[in-house]
């Protein structure tokens, strides 16, 4: 087991490669993961995409790689004009649209909704049909079903 200081992981966590360095041009945003268990944290991103408060992000993240997360916050639109640091150089990958796929589930929720109510309606009415053909051959149903019709 190795136990480092916290001046060991500062100068661990500042050493960067070239591929994992940020270019100038990007907002400082924090993002929260809509899976795991750190949906409740936000973590800090560099953003090149032009986004806005409750948009969808792809992001990578330095465990799990690539994620899904929700803007939640734009501090800055450049890093000069906020005190917030991006830590390990966490980038917003891309910016992308669901909505088209929010829309087939509430359409998917809509006709379940929709047969639910049309098989409730045809069973009353195949119960009504049966009664009434029942009911020329029987006057005490008759009268009853009658009844039954004025009050519905």
Same mark, same amino acid.
């Given at each position: 087991?190795?136990?480092?200081? +916290?001046?060991?992981?500062?100068? $661990? /966590?500042?050493?960067? /490669?070239?591929?994992? *360095?940020?270019? /100038?041009? &990007? =907002?400082?945003?924090?993002? =929260?993961?809509?899976?795991?268990?750190?949906?409740?944290?936000?973590?800090?991103?560099?953003?090149? @995409?032009?986004?806005?408060?409750?948009?969808?992000?792809?992001? *990578?993240?330095?465990?799990?790689?690539?994620? $899904?997360?929700?803007?939640?916050?734009?501090?800055?639109?450049? %890093? @000069?004009?906020? @005190?917030? %640091?991006?830590?390990?150089?966490?980038?917003?990958?891309?910016?992308? @649209? %669901?909505? %088209?796929?929010? +829309?087939?589930?509430? +359409?998917?929720?809509?006709?379940?909704?929709? *047969?639910?109510?049309?098989? =409730?309606?045809? +069973?009353?009415?195949?119960?009504?049909?049966? &009664?009434?053909?029942?009911? *020329?051959?029987?006057?005490?149903?008759?009268?009853?079903?009658?009844?039954?019709? /004025?009050?519905?």
């Amino acid at each position: 087991m190795f136990w480092f200081n +916290k001046t060991d992981l500062k100068e $661990i /966590s500042n050493n960067e /490669s070239e591929e994992n *360095k940020l270019l /100038s041009g &990007y =907002k400082v945003v924090g993002i =929260k993961f809509l899976e795991g268990t750190n949906t409740a944290k936000e973590y800090i991103y560099a953003c090149y @995409d032009d986004v806005q408060e409750g948009d969808y992000v792809v992001v *990578k993240s330095g465990h799990h790689g690539w994620g $899904i997360a929700r803007i939640n916050q734009i501090y800055g639109t450049t %890093p @000069d004009n906020t @005190d917030i %640091p991006v830590e390990y150089n966490r980038e917003v990958i891309a910016k992308f @649209d %669901p909505s %088209p796929y929010f +829309k087939r589930v509430e +359409k998917i929720k809509r006709l379940g909704e929709i *047969k639910r109510d049309m098989d =409730k309606k045809v +069973k009353e009415l195949q119960n009504l049909a049966v &009664y009434e053909a029942l009911a *020329k051959d029987n006057p005490e149903l008759k009268e009853l079903l009658e009844e039954f019709k /004025s009050l519905i």
